[in-house]
């Protein structure tokens, strides 16, 4: 079982413990087995307790761990999304950017050549007055 990838890093540390207690989860399991395979454990009833103290124990571990899981797995679909908004997010600043852009240019042309027909129109007077 998997807990991390570099794709998805949410907290290495996290993804460690979960990785400890699944793998202490297992040692438990394999104790218990053993246990239950002693012939004593028919005549001694603490070793019974013990046993079902035992897979009590695990259970609950095991309940810890599938919650654990499932958040990160949450967790993890969270920073997908907002990694994704953060793209999406940089895509439409780039597209805004270049139309504004865009339209400087436009304005820019547009005064020029006012500019230009005014500088003409001076000219053609200038020249009527001559």
């Given amino acids: 079982m998997s807990f991390y990838t570099y794709s998805n890093p949410i907290s ?6 979960l990785f400890f207690i699944s793998r202490s989860n ?16 028919n005549n001694n009833p603490d070793l019974q307790k013990d046993i079902q103290k035992s897979e009590q124990k695990i259970a609950k571990s095991e309940e810890k761990l599938n919650k654990s ?8 679909k969270k920073v997908d999304d907002f990694k994704k908004q953060v793209e999406t997010s940089k895509a439409e600043k780039e597209e805004l950017t270049q139309k504004q852009e865009e339209e400087k240019k436009t304005k820019e042309a547009e005064k020029e050549k006012k500019q230009k027909e005014k500088e003409e129109k001076e000219q053609q007077k200038k020249a009527a007055k001559n």
């Fill in 12 to 17: 290495f540390k996290t993804c460690r413990v």
């Fill in 26 to 41: 297992k040692t438990k399991q394999e104790e218990l087995a053993n246990l239950k395979n002693n012939p004593e454990r």
């Fill in 69 to 76: 899981i499932t958040k990160l797995e949450s967790s993890a």
